[in-house]
Every structure is written in structure tokens, then in C-alpha cells.
């Protein structure tokens, strides 16, 4: 894949852009028999916007996405993607969407560049000077970094090498909105990083809405515009890595040395702390560090919250902290 720079700064998650949401759920309600598995979901996606969806097993990451994509009928609550109830989307509207699955096992006797430039075809009737579409077949083999492997029949891919043909097979049709299911499954650590740099082209220059499901926190941090935890059934938290981060923790741990001694202290205010700390030791002051919860601790508090049956404590913590301190995005499920 081809490492594409950003043109643009990221707005802010609840920054005004005067266009229509891609994504607009409220209220959304799934029952499987008599099991409520959605019971109220709520948020919206603006365009170019990367959100990630994330969630222990069972928490129903894949009935909502189901539901948005128009696979799957919502047992009750509004939902309109790209300005559409998914069931009543017609073959345009589906033509404006793009999917890869974890994975894909078909087509194992095409050629890569001829499956492309097949699959392109059904999306040519849908082009608009606006957003033409298809993507070009060797453009889009370049971007994925399968140029070499152009000429290959798609069974004779490695595992990795496929899963870059599937990324290609849901942006083929250049999607306004991409849903991505563990998309780097498989890659190496230069393949996740080339993958990267496609997302933030996909979203900063074609200005592509990106629904991404991971169980990789670090790549949603460094992915997501937005981060959605969805637990018991409903979105428990709504916002950056940081905003996540700070809400659910007021303290922050400072490390320093001073001589041959170490030091570990807990404040709600490190920048005075280690103010007052160089005042009383000045040079002597070694070895700092300053660390605030991460991503992996604000998921893991919530979701331990959630299946403690504490759900609405883990809520009232993190939307208590947010009014009660910085004020940054409205409350989930609104």
C-alpha cells in the first residue's frame, strides 16, 4: 500500500459541518426472541468522520452493523444511512457502501487485476462527477501494495497478500461509506502501517465515512476520529482515545528519580505537581514520566463495570466526569 499524507486536520468530533449525518441512529432496539441484545442504541456519523465500534464478544457490534448495512431488520428505532432506511436502499444506495469482512474465500481462480476490474464494472452505472466510480484497477492494485502480485491468481495470495485483496474488494466501488471488520487481521506491522495511511486517504481526501470493528485497541487510536463502546446492549462511551481516557480518570501517575531513589506519586493535576516538583529539586529531578489512563484502561474499566451489572454506574461515571469536568461531547445514547 502506498503511504498517502493527510491534507487535512481532523474537526472536532461535535464540530458543526453543516451537512447531513452518513450515519443517524437513535433508540435502536434489536430482540432476538426474548432477549434484548440493542436496547436504545444512539450516534450519528458525519461524512469523512473514522469511528470505531468497539465491544466485548456479544455486545452486538455485528447486528448493528448488520442493521446498518441492510442485512439484518431492527426490531425497533430510527436509523438512516447516506439518508436512507438501509431495508428500503436500492442498488445506487448499495453502491455507495463498502464492506470487508474479516474474510473472503471466493474467486480463488481470478487473476487479481481481472477480479478487480470485474467487480468494478457493476459499480460504473452509479458514478457521479463527483464521486466516479470505479476506482481504476492498477491504481487501486498500487494503493494496496499488490502491484507485483497483479498477474496472480487470487488462491495463490498469502494470507496476507489476500487480506490486502480484500480491503481492495470493498473500496473497488470508491464507497461514501466503508465498513471495516478487523480489517488488519493478518498483516505485518509495515503492512498495518501502509493500511493506516490508506484509511486517513480513504477519509481526508475522498472524504469516506469509515465504520471500523476491531479488537485492536492501539489501531483504534490511532484510526478513529470517534470511539464508540458498546456494552449491555447499549453505547456506554462516546469519544477520542483522549476525551475517553480523561473522563474515566482524574489522575494521572508521575515517575521520577531522584539519586538512586525512585519515586511514584498519583495527582489530578500533573502539571503543577512536577512544577512544584523541579521547584524543590531542580536538576536533580531524573528518569520522568507522566502517565495518564489509556485506551486499554478507560475499555476495560467500562466494560468491567458493565458486566459487573453496574452498566448505568459505568455511564453516570463516565457522563458525570464529562459535565462535571471538561464538557467535551455531548452524552451517548442522547
Known amino acids: ?41 444512539s450516534f450519528t456519523a458525519r461524512p469523512g468522520e473514522v469511528l470505531a465500534l468497539l465491544g466485548p464478544n456479544g455486545a452486538g457490534k455485528t447486528t448493528t452493523i448488520e442493521i446498518l448495512e441492510g442485512f439484518r431488520l431492527r426490531s425497533a428505532g430510527h436509523v438512516r444511512v447516506l439518508g436512507v432506511d438501509p431495508p428500503q436502499g436500492d442498488e445506487r444506495w448499495r453502491a455507495r457502501l463498502g464492506v470487508v469482512l474479516q474474510s473472503w474465500r471466493d474467486h480463488g481462480k481470478w487473476r487479481v ?74 498483516f505485518d506491522p509495515h503492512a498495518r502501517r501502509e493500511f493506516h495511511e490508506l484509511v486517513h486517504h480513504l477519509s481526508d481526501v475522498d472524504d469516506t465515512t469509515i465504520l471500523l470493528t476491531t479488537h485492536d485497541l492501539d489501531e483504534a487510536e490511532k484510526l478513529a476520529d470517534r470511539i464508540l463502546v458498546l456494552a449491555g446492549g447499549s453505547i456506554i462511551a462516546d469519544g477520542s482515545a483522549v476525551e475517553l481516557a480523561r473522563r474515566m480518570s482524574t489522575n494521572a501517575e508521575v515517575r521520577w528519580s531522584v539519586g538512586e531513589e525512585r519515586f511514584v506519586h498519583a495527582t489530578d493535576d500533573a502539571t503543577r505537581f512536577v512544577r512544584d516538583l523541579f521547584a524543590q529539586h531542580g536538576d536533580d529531578v531524573a528518569d520522568l514520566e507522566v502517565r495518564r489512563a489509556s485506551l486499554e484502561d478507560t475499555y476495560m474499566a467500562l466494560v468491567r463495570e458493565v458486566e459487573s451489572g453496574q452498566a448505568d454506574k459505568a455511564v453516570q461515571a463516565f457522563h458525570g466526569r464529562a459535565e462535571g469536568g471538561q464538557g467535551w461531547l455531548e452524552g451517548a445514547n442522547r
Open 1 to 41: 500500500m502506498v503511504a498517502v499524507p493527510h491534507v487535512r486536520p481532523r474537526a472536532d468530533a461535535d464540530e458543526p459541518s453543516g451537512q447531513a449525518p452518513v450515519i443517524e441512529v437513535a433508540d435502536l432496539w434489536m430482540r432476538y426472541g426474548s432477549t434484548d441484545v440493542l436496547t436504545g442504541v
Open 113 to 186: 487485476r481481472e477480479l478487480l476490474a470485474h467487480l468494478g464494472s457493476y459499480y460504473g452505472p452509479y458514478s457521479t462527477p463527483e464521486r466516479p466510480r470505479p476506482w481504476d484497477a492498477d491504481e487501486l492494485i498500487e494503493a494496496v501494495g499488490l502491484t507485483p502480485h497483479a498477474g496472480k491468481r487470487v488462491g495463490q495470495l498469502s494470507g496476507g497478500q489476500r487480506r490486502r485483496l480484500d480491503v481492495a474488494i470493498g473500496i473497488v466501488g470508491r464507497p461514501d461509506l466503508l465498513f471495516l471488520d478487523e480489517p488488519t487481521a493478518g
